[in-house]
Every structure is written in C-alpha cells, then in structure tokens.
C-alpha cells in the first residue's frame, strides 16, 4: 500500500511538468493565429458522450473480472493495456477519416453513437448466455470493439466539432464550458454506477448512445465544407443585425432542425459576393471560404448581377 501512495504521487507530480511548460508557452511565447488576430478588430452531446465514455471506463474492472475471475494485478494491466490498443486504433481511423468529404466528422460521430448502443445494448439482453465460459470470447469481443467504435466516434469528434463551430471571439470560453458541462455527465456516471449491476450498466449506458446519435442528427451542423473564417463571418453579421447570406447556411451544412426552422432561407451566393465585395474582404479570406465551398474563388468576390 506503502509503494502505491508513492506511485500516484510520482504519477501525478511528473505529470505538472509539461503542464507547467504549456501555461508558460501560451502565455508568453504563443502568437494568436491571423484569423484571432483579424476576428479582434473592431470590436448538451458532449454529456451524453462523457457519461458513455467514462461510465464505459468505470465498470472496466469488472468486465475484466468477468473475463478472468480472481486475476492478479498483471492481468488486470493486460487486459486494460488490449482495451486500450483497440481504443487507440480508433483514434487512428477517425484521424484518417474524419476530413474525408464521403464520412466526415458527422457520419463518425452518429455512427460512433449507434455502434456502441448496439454493442452494448446486445451485450445486456444476452448477458447471461455472454457470462458463461462459452460466450466469454463473444463478450469480450463486444466490449473491446466497443472500445474502438467509441474512439471512431463521438469520443474524438465531440471535442473537435466544439473547437470549429464555436466564434473565434469565444471559442476557447466556450470549449471550455462545453468540457466542463461534459464532466458533468462524467460524475454522474461515477456516482449512479455504484449502484447499478453490470447489466444495468450495460442498459443505462447503451440509452445515453442512443440520445447521444439522436441529439447529433437533430442539432449537429456539419462544418466539414466551411472555412473557420467564414463560421466567424456569420456570426459578426448576426451581432451586427445584419442578413447573411453565405455558405455557413447552405442546407447541405444546416443541422435538420435548421432546416426545420428555415435558418438557410436567406442562403444566396451571389447576394454573399456582393457583400464580400462590399465589406472589401481580403483576397486570403475570399480564398479560405472558396477552398471550403463549391463556388468558384473568381465568383466568390463578383457582385451579383443584375
């Protein structure tokens, strides 16, 4: 017990080193990008995913157990270390897809959710046939491939799509309050778990996933054909009072209850290039949201024509 207080301790001091690094780094050496720099002139899914996730990472010994009663400490490790390998591939498919026109971030993130409340949801309706020596290599195949699917899923996508639909003004305020609203989701998995079986985790945790698939199709935008520049130029039009007319609103990048409330009405690409023109956009910026769009970069600054 002696030598594990110590171990913790270590973990958690060696662990304020490169922390300490990064506050000093972004603080005194970080320069804002040029897109903060010209934002600054003149002037719930993430719940769901986190009570998976760690309800998912919680009960992980006692899967463990499952596989191999009364295992040693080793084992433990190994087993943990296998979950992780599978998780990690996970992340390595979202990185390779997740800019891929045909997938893209929304696809992953739904069929993260969906996945892991299939695999769990079967995982508790068979539990009993699952627990016994001859299901055990299903189950543990069930839970591990959980594990990646949740990683070629929500648990990357959800911290990247608040990091890009967020106004560059507030976006590191409001990544952080979506984190911390996550966390929330976090704890109440940690308390409520206490008192559930394993198969009831395996139930609750499985309806979170599906509310979490649920809420990405109603109210996920898909940013994957817009620029960070022009998500800024939307919201600087809305705080101004101003009609916007650009492609942050074209329907093929609306939410489905953006579409139900007509946000994209007002989508017209050549009233847009007219106010380009007027606000005398910078070429960069003119470039930036024509590499994200299907309208040509020589259109793109073109007033409308009569």
Known sequence: MDRLSGVWRT?????????????????????ESAVWAAAQTGRNRKRETDFSFYGNKLFQSEF????????????????????????????????????????GRL?????????????????????????TPGGIGTFQFLYFFSSFVGQFGPNCTTFLLAGELYPTQVRTTAHGMSA??????????????????????FWITASFNFGGALLTLLFMPDPLRLSLTELDRRFSFIAQGKTYHGEAINPKSLSLWE???????????????????????????????????????????????A
């Open 11 to 31: 973990a958690f001091g060696l662990g304020i080193i490169p922390l300490a690094f990064i506050i000093y780094w972004r603080t005194f050496r970080l320069r």
């Open 180 to 201: 911390g609203i996550a966390k929330v989701g976090a704890l109440w998995a940690s308390v409520w778990f206490n008192y559930l079986g394993t198969r009831q985790k």
């Open 107 to 131: 696809r992953i993130q739904i069929f993260g959710f969906i996945g892991v409340g299939t695999l769990f949801m079967v995982s508790a309706g068979a539990y009993g046939p699952l627990t």
């Open 64 to 103: 463990i157990q499952i596989l191999s009663p009364g295992a040693s400490l080793l084992t433990t490790l190994l087993w943990t270390l296998l979950n992780s390998g599978c998780a990690l591939i996970g992340y390595y498919f979202t990185a390779a897809l997740v800019d891929n026109p045909m997938v």
């Open 259 to 305: 579409m139900m409330t007509h946000t994209g009405r007002d989508y017209d690409p050549q009233m847009d290039a007219a106010d380009m023109q007027h606000e005398k956009v910078p070429q960069w910026r003119v470039d930036s949201i024509a590499r994200h769009s299907a309208i040509p970069a020589a259109q793109q600054g073109q007033p409308a024509s």
